[in-house]
């Protein structure tokens, strides 16, 4: 048997990075967790130890430091497509650089004073490939919904060893998980910030309009929403755990409960998942990977 080198990528992960602009009042921060991947002519330093085509991962972190500060305060995606590409241009043994970044939000509650907000996680995945070009996804994470009615489930697949009740009226909760991309691969223009507010709020407005008979079935309605809110997507990605929420039997003392009180269940839970596409989407490149 003869073994060869399959691929391989890498990179320094989960870099903290704050950065604040004093010239606004409020002050204004970009709170971001990035981590980066390189991928390229890395066959020797695997099979020989040679490492003249690596570029250190302190260097990295260093990179992604030094960027904030020239590129001042930019969205998200601005920030992390110039970083991929800062690699790729500059070190001729990287052909491909991938950058994943979270970006914490933060809300001013004086002039130098911020709260942390708890409306989920803006995220951010880039892919620059020197042959291909640049490939974006948005979205988002740690976004917590939940309806206390409009909710059924009913009819579902039965063998031996099901045991689940049927219901007409449940409470409907999940922690939202969303990515979309962009119909053009190389897409770089446009507002981000409203772009990612118009897709969130798209899933929060299919969320909340959407009478449930299933988590699926609101799955396919928020991944609607965003397409048909955000023309320049053509794909979204979501997984939704299904956050049980069970009536408390109040019988043992005498009480009743009339979907009043429940036991907020954290695991085991469903997970659904699914992708939403344009009809015309083009073909997905390496960002989804």
Same mark, same amino acid.
């Not at 009740?165 to 007409?168: F, H, K, Q, R």
């Not at 988590?215 to 053509?234: D, F, N, T």
């Given at each position: 048997m003869m073994a060869v080198l399959g691929e391989n990528r890498y990179g320094k992960a989960e870099?903290?990075?704050?950065?604040?602009?004093?010239?606004?009042?409020p002050h204004g921060i970009r709170d971001w967790n990035v981590s980066v991947s390189l991928a390229g002519d890395m066959r020797e330093v695997h099979l020989s130890g040679a490492n003249d085509q690596v570029l250190p991962t302190d260097t990295q972190k260093n990179t992604i430091y030094v960027l904030?500060?020239?590129l001042g305060d930019v969205e998200p995606e601005v920030f992390a497509l110039a970083l991929a590409r800062h690699f790729v241009d500059r070190?001729?043994?990287?052909?491909? $650089?991938? #950058?994943?970044l979270d970006s914490y939000g933060w809300n001013p509650i004086g002039p130098h004073s911020l709260v942390r907000s708890g409306d989920g996680i803006r995220t951010v995945t880039v892919v620059h490939d020197e042959q291909s070009g640049s490939w974006v996804l948005g979205g988002l994470r740690e976004l917590t919904l939940l309806n206390t009615t409009d909710s059924e489930f009913w009819g579902f697949a039965r063998d031996d060893y099901t045991t689940l009740?049927?219901?007409?009226d449940r409470m409907l909760a999940t922690s939202v998980e969303a990515r979309w991309r962009f119909r053009d691969a190389d897409y770089d223009g446009g507002d981000w910030a409203v772009t990612y507010d118009t897709a969130r709020q798209a899933l929060l407005d299919a969320f909340t309009g959407t009478y449930s008979y299933?988590?699926?079935?609101?799955?396919?309605?928020?991944?609607?929403?965003?397409? $048909?809110? #955000?023309?320049?997507?053509?794909?979204v990605r979501l997984a939704l755990p299904n956050k049980h929420h069970f009536l408390v039997d109040l019988s043992p003392f005498g009480l009743p409960n009339h979907n009043e009180v429940y036991l907020a269940a954290d695991r085991p839970y469903g997970l659904i998942e699914g992708q939403v596409l344009a009809d015309d989407a083009p073909e997905a490149g390496p960002a989804w990977s």
């Open positions: 870099v903290r990075v704050v950065r604040v602009d004093r010239s606004q009042e904030a500060q020239q070190q001729p043994g990287i052909s491909r $650089a991938r #950058v994943q009740a049927e219901t007409t299933s988590l699926q079935q609101s799955l396919y309605a928020m991944g609607c929403r965003v397409l $048909a809110e #955000v023309p320049q997507v053509c794909e």
